[in-house]
């Protein structure tokens, strides 16, 4: 069946009065449309899962785990910190409302554990807090991928690095202020 314009926008207002029939040649063509719809959202919702994650996020309420989990986090860093004789490439991702880390492997994240979030500036707090408690041996890094944003790379002493990543937009934003803020601070002052 070939609708022209006036043929179209005679059946919409049709549809708008009276619906639509089950038995009308326009009902299997609005279902395919709406089929395909739904798969290309389907596509799109996996290729960014944090993005659909965002709106309906749910946090954990439980102040007690969750600050249980960072103890356990920062004594995992000191571990590491403190094993001299090894150099290790750490990792931070935000999946969701969880936050991984663990080590990088030839290429291969290895999940140490994971933090339940409470709220949408957990990670954000868990980087101040690796700054307050490795203040003498923290070095601000970060770096840049084209596609994906800013991600940081602090190094804490001679041999931890720290690549800490997430795709929701809230920490891609804190991630942009956080990498160039010290581009800021360097620059001269003009008059």
Not at 64 to 74: H, M, R
């Amino acid at each position: 069946m070939t609708m022209n314009k006036e043929d179209t926008f005679k059946k919409v207002q049709e549809i708008d009065e009276k619906g639509i029939d089950k038995n009308d040649p326009v009902v299997p063509f609005l279902n395919e449309c709406f089929e395909n719809y739904k798969k290309a959202a389907d596509m799109i919702k996996s290729m960014f899962p944090d993005v659909a994650d965002e709106t309906n996020s749910i946090f954990s309420s439980d102040l007690d785990i969750f600050n249980e989990a960072c103890t356990k986090f920062i004594n995992y860093i000191k571990q590491c910190v403190e094993n001299t004789n090894e150099l290790y490439v750490l990792y931070m991702l935000r999946n969701g409302n969880l936050i991984d880390y663990g080590r990088c492997e030839q290429g291969t994240r290895i999940t140490s554990d994971t933090i339940k979030m409470v709220s949408n500036e957990d990670l954000r707090k868990l980087y101040r807090l690796l700054q307050q408690e490795f203040s003498s041996n923290f070095k601000d890094g970060c770096k840049h991928t084209f596609g994906e944003g800013w991600s940081l790379n602090p190094i804490i002493g001679e041999n931890v690095m720290i690549d800490i990543n997430s795709y929701n937009s809230y920490d891609k934003n804190w991630f942009y202020e956080e990498s160039h803020k010290e581009q800021k601070s360097d620059s001269p002052k003009k008059r």
